[in-house]
């Protein structure tokens, strides 16, 4: 079965830059795995920011950004603000089959 | 303005079934190129997909569930359900509905529901 994997946890400065990657078992990643970045903040369901690998939608602040780098997916968050802080799972599309990673724990100190 | 809403039990018993509704409003479930999934997140653990259907009826099933999952779509009621059998207390978790929006070829989780917690105890 496809395991996704992601950072656990980092840390970033308010209006510092971080990078959340997306890593599959299957190989390198590309864009017909089709990843959805999803937030989520304590109590709230969760809220999908970037679509097959780097589309936003209308409530997606401008600061976060979808590619693929080294044969991963990638989050970036550029000036990020307070409110940033949540877990993002990665969700990717594999065989018919979606597959979370295991989520990152970003933390804004 | 789509919103989906999960209902049922929240509270099942060991080795019984487990059956959420999830209903659609603000749009058809018949109409456009969506389908509709289901995904589960125990508590202060990650998100985990269950499954998908399409309005035609037709479902894929995260491997490790399928022995014990049936997703169905009832389209006159703008309905989708959720049925997962032999359950145990590893199945307790908050269900989430969702539909994802795949027309010109790229997927998108575009709507969530707030999520029905299920307690699998005696």
């Known amino acids: 079965q496809t395991v996704v994997t992601q950072e656990p946890s980092l840390t970033v400065s308010p209006g510092g830059t971080v990078t959340l990657t997306c890593a599959s078992s299957?190989?390198?990643?590309?864009?017909?795995?089709?990843l959805n970045w999803v937030q989520q903040k304590p109590g709230q369901p969760p809220r999908t920011l970037i679509y097959s690998t780097t589309n936003k939608h209308s409530w997606t602040p401008a600061r976060f950004s979808g590619s693929l780098l080294g044969g991963k997916a990638a989050l970036t968050l550029s000036g990020v603000q307070p409110e940033d802080e949540a877990e993002y799972y990665c969700l990717f599309y594999y065989g018919g089959d979606w597959v979370f990673g295991g989520g990152t724990k970003v933390t804004v100190l | 303005q789509v919103q989906l809403q999960e209902s049922g039990p929240g509270l099942v018993k060991p080795s019984q079934t487990l059956s959420l509704t999830c209903t659609v409003s603000g749009g058809s479930i018949s109409g456009g190129s969506y389908y509709w999934s289901w995904i589960r997140q125990p508590a202060g653990k990650g998100l985990e997909w269950i499954g998908r259907i399409y309005a035609s009826g037709s479902a894929n099933y995260n491997p490790s569930l399928k022995s014990r999952v049936t997703i169905s779509i009832d389209t006159s009621k703008n309905q989708f359900s959720l049925k997962l059998a032999s359950l145990t207390a590893a199945d307790t978790a908050v269900y989430f509905c969702?539909?994802?929006?795949?027309?010109?070829?790229?997927?998108?989780?575009?709507?969530w529901g707030l999520g029905a917690l299920v307690t699998v105890s005696s």
């Open positions: 969702a539909r994802t929006f795949y027309g010109s070829g790229t997927p998108d989780f575009d709507y």
């Open positions: 299957t190989g390198a990643v590309t864009i017909y795995n089709y």
